[in-house]
């Protein structure tokens, strides 16, 4: 039943009117305008009283705290669940929607939080010179773009706006729409993007059939809008600061805190040290999870807590925050799906659970696995994903830099956030507290997990903990919400004049501390054209032939690189993420090894799977290469990051027909012979993979067709329309044996399931989208 105030019992237009009300504010996730005290009466949840009360409550005799307590529970012990939001330890009034300066008295830098939830007519309170007397509200006068102005959020976005200016364009080179670098790798064009995530086989490692990562998916979309996904990638790094924030504020609109507190909150968690690094590092998984965040656990907390939501509509919603958090980061989807699952079995609810949220809550959990669907074999098979993520692992976190918030060590600054949530426990404990006690913990489970498992990456090489960003996100989400929870409890047991004061004062050092931590760290890796480019020209011949270039790995002061192979361009954002066959992580380490040496059957072994440039690590000048197989490479004009390239000369391409002399040695296990790799014995053929169809003239028994393309079950061959067995060439590579006729050879690789799975994740999103969009509720009319 609605809630009373103190100013008398709330009125309702029907049963239909409270309801149809939260339902919207549910779920749009949108603050209102608001335009008069009335109207900000009307637009709440039944459970709370809005600001415009407190005109009513000013011609009313209130008797004190006892009076206050008497009609609702109000304080720090109301048990979690109760009827008012959760969040709120004193009987503050909720103020008006918040896009713009609206009236409400909680803005009132005068008025203390006791005052605002059991205001006294001027004859009948207290003389008390402790009681600040409540001054007249002159706030609605003026124009109302000086009302947006100085509105909560207004301000918010637009300090956090000029901060984010400092840190890329001053701090960081990274005023631009083609950020890369550090963990990011350049992200392709839309074509690209969109292939990478659609086809079954990729170019990448010497050809892999495992699926891409729907994150790309995501970023296509958004590219579609925005002018391309590296643009969308870019945005993402550039208003990290603002959007999270603004995300923040959105998602604590239902409390009953005062819109200045709830942009404080906002403001101390987009500044989180692991976000901030996160950018710097180019962890663009770790960011996406910063933004989305706080909107995904704030609509599962209306899905857990509130009976007046339409419960569909948001559990799509949440579904597919938790599907763009899951697809950028796996960790994160487990860490929130665990948050989930304890606050369902430990909160309690009014009036108990009933079975009408289980749909909801069944599809928050699903809908993202449905709609990661192809990609649900690869995580199967290559758990490491989970743990390492789309961007690869990281260096172990030290201690001072997980107690610090920082994973990548830097200044502990963070370690402020801490230090004010322990305080907060410490003068005002509230179970209003236990929501963000969870994320704490959960997120330090998780931290733990990263640091203390360790597992090979997909590319290959040691096995590295995961990093750690991500979960101390979490913690921090859940830092700011013990403080926020605690901060109107501290108010009323501390008194009116100094404790106000000195909240004030802690709350501006705190945001302080956290902007110079921010621009103490925020240079990093990311800067505007960064990652390993080649010249445009060679580019074009790589897009032109097909063939591959192979970026030789090391090890740096940001971590260690792997070897990466890719055919037809560069890596790029997304390929860390696809599985190689097994063995060919070997096999790269192999050939780097080979290749610095100045081995010539490194280069002839590189060259016959299709490497046409080879990306030295920094440092080197192939200087053993260019003595001992002088006649086999030549140099190039350098990447964009100064690393020299050669150009392996040797005659190969993405399909080839070699010679019955080079195609006994390719099935006898010997090296390829430099000298077969010239003229005659071998011929290059214009033909694309996965699918090679080919025209073969007559010519000698005991030729071989073979592919720049690691063999895996899937691959097919025909001649003449009969089926034929592949022959692995080199112990490895996909090849098939030609006869000495004119013949038509097709070799090509099929996956039907993967296929299925694309269907059924596009009828899953089809799905949310129908259930995401609230039908028109229902009212009721009398006869």
Known sequence: MPRTSQSGPAESDGPGAGQDEADSAATTGVDDVAGSDEAATDSVPPDVTADGDEQADGDEQADGDEQAGADEPVGADEPVGADEPVGADEAADEEPPDVTAGSDHADDPDETPESAGTRQPDEARPSDDSVPQARPDTRQDGPAWRRFLIAPPTVLAGSLAVLSLL??????????????????????????????????????????????????????????????????????????????????????????????????????????????????????????????????????????????????????????????IGVFSPISYGMVLLGLVVAFVTLPVPGGRSWQGLPALTMVVLLPLALALPWLPTLVRHPELLLHGLTGPADAASAVGLVGLHPSGGVPLGLVLVVVAVVAVVVAASVRMAAGAMLVVIGCAGAAVTQL??????????????????????????????????????????????????????????????????LLGGAGEVRTGGGVRLPAALDDELDDSGRGVLVLGHDGPGGSAPDRLTAGRTPGFGDDALSPVGGMAERLEGWRNGLL???????????????????????????????????????????????????????????????????HRAVSGSAPNDELMRGSAIAPVDARLPDARVRVSEGPDGRLLVLAAEYEPGWSATVDGEPVPITPAWGHQVSVAVPESESEVVVRYTAPWHSVFLLVSVAALLFAALTAVPGRARTSRGR
């Open 167 to 324: 840190l890329h364009g001053i701090v960081g080179d990274r005023l631009g729409f083609d950020l890369a670098g550090g963990a990011l790798l350049p992200v392709g064009d839309l074509g690209a993007v969109w292939s990478a995530y659609l086809d079954a086989w990729h170019g990448v490692a010497g050809g892999t059939t495992s699926a891409g990562s729907p994150a790309l998916a995501v970023l296509g979309a958004a590219g579609a809008v925005l002018g391309g996904p590296a643009v969308a990638v870019s945005l993402l790094l550039l208003l990290d600061l603002p959007a999270s924030a603004l995300v923040a504020y959105a998602a604590t609109r239902r409390l009953t805190t005062r819109r200045w507190a709830r942009a404080g909150a906002a403001a101390a968690y987009a500044l989180a040290p692991a976000a901030v690094d996160a950018v710097a590092s180019g962890r663009i998984g770790v960011v996406v999870v910063h933004i989305a965040l706080p909107a995904v656990v704030a609509g599962i907390a209306s899905l857990l807590t509130s009976n007046d939501v339409r419960r569909l509509p948001l559990g799509a919603w949440c579904g597919l925050g938790m599907t763009l």
């Open 453 to 518: 498992v360790r597992a090979e990456p997909v590319t290959g090489g040691d096995a590295m903990p995961g990093y750690a960003g991500a979960p101390l996100v979490i913690v921090t989400a859940g830092l700011v919400a013990v403080v926020l929870g605690g901060r109107l409890g501290a108010g009323a047991r501390a008194g009116a004049g100094a404790p106000r004061t000195a909240v004030l004062g802690g709350s501006a050092v705190t945001l302080a501390v956290l902007a110079t931590a921010a």
């Open 597 to 663: 040496g100045g081995s010539r059957d490194a280069v002839t072994n590189a060259a016959a799977a299709g490497v046409e440039f080879v990306v030295l690590p920094p440092g080197e000048n192939g200087d053993a290469l260019r003595s001992d197989a002088s006649d086999l490479v030549r140099s190039a004009p350098s990447a964009s990051d100064g690393r020299a390239v050669l150009r392996l000369t040797p005659e190969a391409g993405q399909v080839t027909l070699v010679s019955p002399e080079q195609a």
